[in-house]
């Protein structure tokens, strides 16, 4: 079966490595053009390997679509796509396009899927490998898999240590499901269907006053990615780690209550927030305790203003 592997970061690396290490006959690799300064792991390995590689402005552009037919595919396997493919390239190959999607679709479509389900405070999610259409994620599913958030996950140890290496298994069960003629094409229940945009700064403003759990969730649920917003002295400070204290009697929402070694407390109206990583505007992140030393933090300071 002819391979096409549409994808790009380290997950489209570790996908275009299992499926080689596995024998799978990968004709191309198409990944977004190379960003100054950045690596792009993906177009390594594949000069790496030998496999052509191809880094197109857009897919939509009909050179390319021209390019793409000479390669005969019969699978696209799309491995981390932020853009969605013209159709005539969707459904060029005979076995059709798979593709993975970091939530159980048909809930938290968007790019953005492990950030809302953390911020909602959800206890469960998974992934999805499905057969992508026109619209966003919305095509029929081919399977799905679970996996718990654990009360302290942040989207990096939710995506890294979980999502990302079971994104990679079911890619390579689907194409086995595939090869044999058994994959399904199971419709989503769009009576369940559920969108968010991408989290960006503006929804990653920590209220103060709002409930602990809230407030927890939002900054896990934006680590690293785009950080807890607030501020001090007017200048914007983001927080990207933290822990819940619950068994302490809350104060004035956004108060510093103490600081030590370990970072700073601010107090909410029950309980309070342990900050321990912060980035003031946008310098580099470092620990809480030295960002108090250099930014002079005093107790009865106020974060949110």
Avoid at 22 to 37: F, L, N
């Amino acid at each position: 079966m002819r391979i096409v592997c549409i994808g790009q970061a380290a997950f489209g690396e570790k996908v275009l490595q299992k499926l080689t290490e596995r024998g799978e006959e990968v004709v191309a690799v198409y990944t977004p053009q190379d960003i100054a300064g950045k690596r792009n792991p993906l177009k390594e390995l594949t000069i790496q390997i030998g496999i052509p590689v191809f880094q197109p402005r857009s897919m939509r552009v009909p050179e390319i679509y021209e390019e793409y037919t000479r390669l005969k595919p019969d699978l696209n396997v799309m491995a981390f796509v932020t853009s969605i493919l013209p159709d005539s390239i969707l459904n060029y190959p005979k076995m059709g396009t798979i593709q993975y999607h970091p939530s159980l679709l048909p809930k938290h479509r968007g790019g953005s899927a492990i950030n809302w389900a953390i911020i909602n405070g959800e206890t469960k999610t998974g992934i999805t490998i499905f057969w992508p259409d026109r619209g966003v994620d919305t095509g029929p599913i081919l399977l799905q898999k679970e996996v718990k958030i654990s009360p302290d996950d942040t989207v990096g140890s939710l995506y890294f240590e979980k999502l990302f290496p079971l994104g990679i298994e079911a890619l390579v069960e689907g194409i086995e499901l595939i090869k044999k003629g058994i994959a399904p094409r199971i419709p989503q229940d769009e009576s369940q269907a559920t969108y968010e945009g991408l989290c960006i700064e503006k929804d990653a403003i920590i209220n103060w006053s709002a409930p602990i759990d809230r407030v927890y969730n939002l900054i896990r649920g934006t680590n690293p990615q785009p950080g807890a917003t607030t501020y001090f002295h007017g200048k914007t400070l983001k927080i990207f780690d933290a822990k819940p204290i619950y068994d302490i009697v809350g104060g004035l929402p956004g108060r510093i209550v103490n600081s030590s070694a370990d970072g700073f407390v601010v107090s909410l109206k029950r309980g309070a927030i342990l900050v321990r990583k912060v980035q003031m505007n946008k310098s580099s992140k470092i620990e809480a305790a030295e960002f108090a030393k250099q930014a002079r933090l005093e107790i009865g300071d106020r974060l949110g203003e």
